[in-house]
């Protein structure tokens, strides 16, 4: 332990004779380890927020999406309830499946094991506009049982209500990020904006949500409107983008799944044997699939910052050749006092190593600097954990010893007469 500790004395003297190289030496060193941890802080920030909102809505809530299935042409296709008498045919096809409001009132009157059900039409962006001011926005069209579904919570007035839904009411709730864009501290409650070039009087303001769970926009920054409005006003169609419900207990869940396939099969007119036209998701499939994504999209990004390591090292290797050099003669006397062989080795290893710690200490602190940034002045949630630092630092260190060994080995195998000679 002592020989230890002198050889790192010697090291850290050795490296401050000539402080601007083994500063720049450090450099790609340094850059690669503020990339890594950085890159890894930002992903597990985003998988912290994602999970936290879907923790929020619940783990007893399911989303109803159109999907496609094969048909074989002998049953009809198309709005469900509508009328039969479709041509057969022994023709397999893929068909788009689509639902619609009366999917959802189906649901809500037949399921015995969903509490609150819900259609949504999202997925359309509109201009909106107050006053001088426009831009474009999210527009989600659904109906009175949504907030009950998704746990949000008024801030300021109300949500529509079953009457605004059947009479194609033009009121309108705001997300919380669109009353501080066009309203700041005005109170919206009863002003009228327009959307689409449409007026719509203002009745109710959400408390702020937070990053949306998926990959659609913030639920804070969305307007919500009835969804019959959003149909027949707005866009013009009669299906719907999903179907949010809420089941009664998480111990139902999988019964409640297959309650609600069964009820969609009949309204949907499936046959026997045939695919479903609708997927049902669950917030812990949503999560597995968010998080899988970030996983990827993280080590990948790791990985390509990981490359300034290695760049750092092979800086590391030149430089250390070079002090082999320029300490020949050192090499030369120290062999003729009685060092060996292993001790050269050793001492020119520990430099090397100690450029890579020290840089992958410098690159840690610089990274806690730039997660600070990304928080402050970019919004992004950063999350730096212990794995990736202890991660970096590691993978520092270990370079630094790979890229010192070659230079190490030079250094011990000088000849100590002919390093005595060296001038």
Known sequence: MQRLLENIKVAFKSLATNKLRSILTMLGIIIGVCAVVAVMSVGAGAK????????????????????????????????????????????????????????????????????????????????????????????????????????????KGSFFTESDVSNLSNVVVLGDSVVDDYFGKINPIGEVIKIDGKSFTVIGTLKAVGSSAGFGPSPDNVVYIPITTAQYKLYGIEDVSSIVAKVKSEELFDEAIEEVKSILRVQHHILPGES??????????????????????????????????????????????????????????????????????????????????????????????????????????????????????????????IFGIFPAMRAARLNPIDSLRYE
């Open 276 to 401: 479903n036209d609708f997927e049902i998701r669950s917030p812990t499939q949503l999560l597995e699939m968010t998080t899988s994504i970030t996983d990827i999209l993280t080590i990948t990004l790791a990985s390509i910052a990981a490359i300034s390591l290695v760049v750092g090292g092979i800086g590391i290797m030149n430089i250390m050749l070079v002090s082999v050099t320029e300490r020949t003669r050192e090499i030369g006397i120290r062999k003729a006092v009685g060092a060996k062989s292993r001790d050269i080795l050793v001492q020119f290893l520990t430099e090397s190593i100690v450029l890579g710690f020290s840089g992958g200490i410098v690159g840690v602190g610089l990274a806690f600097l730039v997660s600070w940034g990304l928080k402050k002045f970019a919004l992004l949630n950063s999350l730096i954990t212990p794995f990736p630092v202890i991660l970096a630092l590691s993978f520092s260190t270990v370079v630094g010893l």
């Open 48 to 155: 912290a927020a994602i999970t936290e909102n879907i923790q929020g809505i619940g783990s007893n809530v399911i989303t109803i999406s159109p999907g496609r299935e094969q048909r074989d042409g002998r049953g009809p296709v198309g709005k469900p309830g509508g009328p039969a008498g479709a041509p057969e045919s022994n023709e397999e096809k893929i068909v788009e499946g689509e639902l619609y409001l009366e999917d959802a009132e189906a649901l809500r009157k037949q399921s015995r094991l969903l509490n609150e059900v819900a259609p949504v039409l999202s997925g359309r962006s509109s201009t909106i506009s107050y006053l001088g001011w426009s831009g474009q926005v999210s527009v989600v069209g659904t109906t009175q049982n949504f907030l009950a579904v998704q746990n949000y919570k008024i801030d």
